[in-house]
């Protein structure tokens, strides 16, 4: 069983171009599926946010043009949600990046909630890094990929030249987003050394190299998800064959 450690934006404003300011926060449908999909492959799951402030919902989410305009579907998706109290009463980021805790994973949902406190957060540049040093794996979707960008030494960041993907500046474009904001994930992304690429807008695309597993948008989560828990699942078992005497 390995331990993943989802890291949730406790940003629930986002400020503009213009000057005005936008609710915003994590988008559930990037973590409910993620975290459903690591249960049932019998990993454990914390959740932390900077400073410990409980994470910040975009209730944007739940519109009808995002689930087809199925009524059902949102509401099963508020009932999955409610169901995962931690969110509500994470850890805190800086704290577990004190403390030397590994983990064998970790995991950042989008929504653009991470452009505003993870970005620029040591605390989850630490924790990459630290993951990454202790062979785990990293994982990121929509605007989750922020959270990578602190994870530099000496100038360079962790995952230049690695193949990624993040939110496509065509989806910000259609969102309404792409003269509003004032920075494109995608441009820093691509800035910092990252190789991107994209499908079409809002379809499922998943790119993985080496420890590092992204997702384009809400469509991936799961797949990005499922690939990550089978490897670790798979890492688990290598990891007790390799023993001398009987694993716990």
């Not at 975009?58 to 969110?87: K, S, T, V, Y």
């Not at 998943?206 to 998800?225: M, W």
């Not at 499922?226 to 064959?241: C, D, E, P, T, V």
């Amino acid at each position: 069983m390995a331990h993943v450690l989802f890291i949730l934006t406790a940003a629930d404003t986002l400020p503009l171009n213009d000057g005005s300011v936008i609710n915003t926060g994590f988008w559930a449908q990037e973590f409910v599926p993620a975290h459903h999909l690591f249960l049932e492959h019998g990993h454990q799951i914390s959740i932390a946010t900077p400073k410990g402030r409980p994470a910040a919902l975009d209730e944007n989410c739940f519109a009808p043009e995002f689930h087809e305009h199925d009524m059902g579907r949102i509401l099963n998706l508020r009932e999955q949600l409610n169901d995962i109290e931690a969110w509500c009463t994470p850890l805190s980021l800086e704290r577990i990046a004190m403390t030397g805790v590994k983990y064998d994973a970790v995991f950042f949902p989008g929504g653009h909630g991470p452009m505003v406190d993870l970005l620029d957060s040591a605390a989850a540049g630490t924790l990459v890094k630290r993951t990454l040093a202790n062979n785990g794996l990293i994982g990121a979707i929509c605007h989750g990929p922020a959270g990578l960008v602190p994870a530099q030494h000496e100038g360079r960041w962790l995952f230049a030249d690695y193949q990624l993907t993040c939110f496509s500046r065509e989806e910000e474009q259609l969102a309404g987003m792409s003269q509003r904001l004032p920075k494109l994930l995608a441009n820093q992304l691509d800035a910092l050394g990252g190789k991107l690429s994209f499908g079409a807008p809002g379809t499922e695309h998943v790119v993985i190299d080496r420890q590092l597993y992204t997702g384009q948008n809400p469509a991936s989560a799961d797949k990005l998800a499922y690939h990550m828990a089978r490897q670790l699942k798979k890492m688990g078992s290598l990891n007790k064959n390799a023993c001398d005497a009987p694993c716990d």
